[in-house]
């Protein structure tokens, strides 16, 4: 069994041999499996779950559905090793999606049986007891990262839309309780298709992250940056009034205008729109006043900034900014 790199599992449990974990797709193929599992089994067997389960059996795992936490089986779980031999372990698999997460404990018994090398069985077996008494702790971390990989942008590495959905929920609960502003600024990159057609989708990728990092770093860490479509963020700003959001929402501008990055000649700029929360208003209402006013941008020469009214005539470009340190280009 080759070593594969990793894109799931954390890169941190690789060498960890007391600890067994594998990422299999729904037609049994392994996709990522650490040294604890490579350690177990003899590659003779083959890569496939629907051959390596003997209990439970692949076919039942397919047909369980999993609970909130993707949580689909506990208990002891039975792989062929190889050479007709089974092995037992302890332990639990999740399933997200397409993706079967296998997470458990080796067997010290097998451990034993599977390590020829006498002189470095001590050593091992210390290992894995010492390994075996955090296994909680293992799994606790194993469980927050996959937490994390649904609440993140693939790509971009921002909060995605189920991430700024929640957030905003909890943001419109403490807005009714407090009434203290609440703003959204929606960023939409000018001419972003031409970008892919002329130079691919790879530098297309890149952009978009550096794009990222740039909203990242210009905000506080009060403020959720999220990636809300292809080419379209959207800037959570609690505690932020309208004068505060187009300061927000102006230095963004600025600093994507003077950001120059090859292959292009030309700044990535972004046609901005800013919306303040209404009493009684719903998150899919916030949404479209928000995104109305950065099409209202959009429409209007781009690489400006449109405040949203509460009905689309009251929607007007933002062209100047009292504060002395900030200016419109």
């Given at each position: 069994?080759?070593?594969?790199?990793?894109?799931?599992?954390?890169?941190?449990?690789?060498?960890?041999?007391?600890?067994?974990?594998?990422?299999?797709?729904?037609?049994?193929?392994?996709?990522?499996?650490?040294?604890?599992?490579?350690?177990?089994?003899?590659?003779?067997?083959?890569?496939?779950?629907?051959?390596?389960?003997?209990?439970?059996?692949?076919?039942?795992?397919?047909?369980?559905?999993?609970?909130?936490?993707?949580?689909?089986?506990?208990?002891?779980?039975?792989?062929?090793?190889?050479?007709?031999?089974?092995?037992?372990f302890s332990g639990d698999i999740f399933r997200r999606g397409k993706f079967f997460l296998l997470a458990a404990e080796l067997d010290i018994s097998a451990f034993e049986s599977i390590n020829a090398e006498k002189e470095k069985l001590a050593s091992e077996l210390n290992e894995a007891r010492k390994l075996l008494s955090k296994r909680n702790h293992v799994l606790k971390k194993l469980q927050e990262?996959?937490?994390?990989?649904?609440?993140?942008?693939?790509?971009?590495?921002?909060?995605?839309?189920?991430?700024?959905?929640?957030?905003?929920?909890?943001?419109?609960?403490?807005?009714?309780?407090?009434?203290?502003?609440?703003?959204?600024?929606?960023?939409?990159?000018?001419?972003?298709?031409?970008?892919?057609?002329?130079?691919?989708?790879?530098?297309?990728?890149?952009?978009?992250?550096?794009?990222?990092?740039?909203?990242?770093?210009?905000?506080?860490?009060?403020?959720?940056?999220?990636?809300?479509?292809?080419?379209?963020?959207?800037?959570?700003?609690?505690?932020?009034?309208?004068?505060?959001?187009?300061?927000?929402?102006?230095?963004?501008?600025?600093?994507?205008?003077?950001?120059?990055?090859?292959?292009?000649?030309?700044?990535?700029?972004?046609?901005?729109?800013?919306?303040?929360?209404?009493?009684?208003?719903?998150?899919?209402?916030?949404?479209?006043?928000?995104?109305?006013?950065?099409?209202?941008?959009?429409?209007?020469?781009?690489?400006?900034?449109?405040?949203?009214?509460?009905?689309?005539?009251?929607?007007?470009?933002?062209?100047?900014?009292?504060?002395?340190?900030?200016?419109?280009?």
């Amino acid at each position: 069994m080759n070593k594969l790199e990793f894109d799931h599992i954390p890169a941190w449990l690789d060498p960890l041999r007391a600890v067994a974990v594998a990422l299999f797709d729904d037609s049994g193929a392994l996709i990522e499996a650490n040294e604890g599992f490579r350690f177990s089994v003899e590659p003779e067997t083959g890569d496939n779950a629907v051959q390596r389960m003997v209990q439970p059996k692949f076919s039942e795992l397919a047909a369980m559905q999993p609970d909130d936490a993707d949580h689909i089986y506990s208990g002891i779980i039975q792989l062929d090793v190889g050479h007709g031999l089974t092995r037992g372990f302890s332990g639990d698999i999740f399933r997200r999606g397409k993706f079967f997460l296998l997470a458990a404990e080796l067997d010290i018994s097998a451990f034993e049986s599977i390590n020829a090398e006498k002189e470095k069985l001590a050593s091992e077996l210390n290992e894995a007891r010492k390994l075996l008494s955090k296994r909680n702790h293992v799994l606790k971390k194993l469980q927050e990262e996959n937490e994390k990989l649904k609440l993140n942008d693939g790509l971009t590495g921002l909060a995605n839309l189920k991430m700024l959905d929640a957030r905003i929920a909890e943001e419109m609960l403490r807005w009714e309780r407090y009434k203290r502003p609440l703003a959204l600024v929606m960023l939409d990159m000018d001419g972003f298709g031409k970008v892919n057609k002329n130079f691919g989708r790879e530098v297309g990728d890149e952009l978009l992250q550096h794009v990222g990092v740039i909203l990242n770093n210009a905000l506080r860490t009060l403020d959720l940056v999220a990636r809300y479509g292809g080419q379209e963020f959207a800037v959570l700003l609690p505690e932020t009034n309208e004068m505060g959001a187009m300061i927000v929402a102006e230095r963004l501008r600025m600093d994507l205008e003077s950001l120059l990055i090859l292959p292009m000649l030309r700044p990535l700029t972004a046609s901005i729109g800013v919306a303040l929360l209404q009493p009684d208003e719903k998150r899919e209402d916030y949404y479209a006043r928000a995104e109305r006013a950065m099409k209202f941008s959009k429409a209007h020469g781009k690489n400006c900034i449109a405040m949203a009214g509460v009905i689309a005539d009251c929607d007007y470009i933002y062209n100047s900014i009292v504060p002395a340190e900030v200016h419109h280009a």
